[in-house]
């Protein structure tokens, strides 16, 4: 990788632009403020993790961009164009992995079905499908349907159907909370090796802290709900990370330690400077 790219807050250069956005659900009777105010921008081609307390909105957060959810007030905006539908440009890896394939279809077939409804063209479409299956090393499950393979499995596929079609902006929740720890080093690590490969912008939201650290060029904390950002942590560490040597760093321990009491301020109520409690 080449040197960082200049982080954008928000406004010119950031290909993905979060203003003022606040979600309340309303109910019946009831009411519920998710996300009170959010602003921040995302370069081209950045990683930026997002963690927060349970319950914090960060799912919300991550439906909004992805034009699933209608906002309350404030804008997203990829590329310079509001965000109003799913945009053609954004794929996203939910959490259940085992609801978003389809049971029916093959590996292949599921990976291939985006591609279909982006009108490519079969060789094309048979080509990408190849690519990314082999990227995330499932070439001899092309055949398979889904439930005849093990969690951390599924999990590739989905990733591989996202990045078969080539989005610009790769948003993912919690992709890895259900798979062992082992299998989960090695998405991380699938994770940052096609990011780098492939240029794609991603926003990755986790809970686990270690794991924003190791994979984010910058973390967002979130507060506890109504959201808001409790601070930007800048992630130093060198673009060549690896499982072992980068989490023995003592700047890894450091940011990861930042990160954790930042957490926990969010847990126990804390608000950003200046901002009321709710
Ligand atoms: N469809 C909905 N209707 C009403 N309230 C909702 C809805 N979806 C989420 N909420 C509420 O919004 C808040 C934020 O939920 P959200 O799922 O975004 O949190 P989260 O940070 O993703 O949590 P987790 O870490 O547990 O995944 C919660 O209080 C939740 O109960
Ligand atoms: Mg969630």
Redesign the pocket.
């Known amino acids: 990788m080449t040197s960082p790219v200049p982080v954008p807050a928000s406004g010119p250069g950031a290909i993905l632009d979060v203003r003022g956005l606040r979600k309340v659900y309303a109910g019946q009777g009831r009411s519920v403020e998710a996300v009170r105010d959010l602003t921040f921008g995302v370069a081209p081609g950045e990683l930026v993790c997002i963690v927060g307390p349970s319950g914090a909105g ?2 919300t957060l991550l439906r909004c961009i992805a034009g699933l959810l209608d906002l309350t007030a404030g804008s997203v905006e990829l590329s310079g164009r509001k965000v109003a539908g799913p945009p053609e440009g954004m794929a996203v890896v939910f ?1 259940e992995y085992g609801r978003s394939l389809f049971p029916w279809l093959t590996v292949r077939q599921n990976v291939e079905l985006p591609l279909k409804e982006k009108g490519l063209a079969k060789a094309d479409r048979r080509a990408k499908v190849a690519e990314a299956l082999e990227a995330v090393g499932l070439t001899d499950s092309a055949g398979a349907h889904p439930w005849q393979l093990s969690g951390g499995m599924q999990q590739r596929v989905a990733i591989a159907r996202a990045v078969a079609y080539e989005p610009q902006v790769l948003l993912m ?2 992709p890895f909370a259900a798979v062992d720890a082992q299998t989960r080093a090695d998405l991380e690590d699938l994770v940052r090796t096609l990011w780098q490969r492939l240029g794609v912008t991603v926003l990755f ?1 986790t809970h686990d802290i270690d794991e924003a650290v190791y994979l984010g060029q910058r973390v967002l904390v979130l507060s506890n709900r109504p959201t808001v950002i409790l601070e930007d942590v800048k992630v130093d560490l060198p673009d060549e990370r690896d499982q072992l040597n980068t989490r023995a760093t003592p700047r890894f321990a450091e940011l990861r330690h930042h990160v954790y009491e930042l957490i926990q301020q969010a847990k126990q109520g804390r608000r950003p400077d200046g901002e009321e409690a709710p």
């Open positions: 960060k799912t959490q929740d919690e939201v």
